[in-house]
């Protein structure tokens, strides 16, 4: 066998970097909404207020990703680029989600 370990190369060090940045928008897409009382925003909306213009299609990504898992709510608009994204409501009943 060679002395190969796949996790220490060029490719798995990018994902990882492409990951973390992912994950940084989604956190700061959450505190932007908080901040808004979580009034209904569009995507270019929230990429300008989080100073992310440059990762406007990451972040509509992110929006349609957290729709799919009811982590966020979508309102329609009348095209795509009207759509608006919020939180989801909750019954007084449910925990929120984390």
């Given at each position: 066998m060679v002395n190969i370990n796949a996790y220490h190369q060029p490719g798995v060090e990018a994902g990882k970097k492409a990951a973390e940045r992912v994950i940084e928008l989604e956190l700061e897409l959450f505190e932007c909404l908080m901040r808004r009382d979580g009034h209904?925003?569009?995507?270019?909306?929230?990429a300008m207020e989080m100073q992310a213009?440059?990762?406007?299609?990451?972040?509509?990504?992110?929006?349609?990703?957290?729709?799919?898992?009811?982590?966020?709510?979508?309102?329609?608009?009348?095209?795509?680029?009207?759509?608006?994204?919020?939180?989801?409501?909750?019954?007084s009943d449910e925990l929120p989600i984390s």
């Open positions: 209904p925003m569009k995507v270019d909306d929230l213009v440059d990762d406007i299609e990451t972040i509509y990504k992110i929006c349609e990703h957290l729709c799919a898992n009811g982590r966020l709510a979508k309102l329609p608009g009348e095209g795509p680029f009207e759509v608006q994204y919020t939180f989801p409501e909750r019954s």
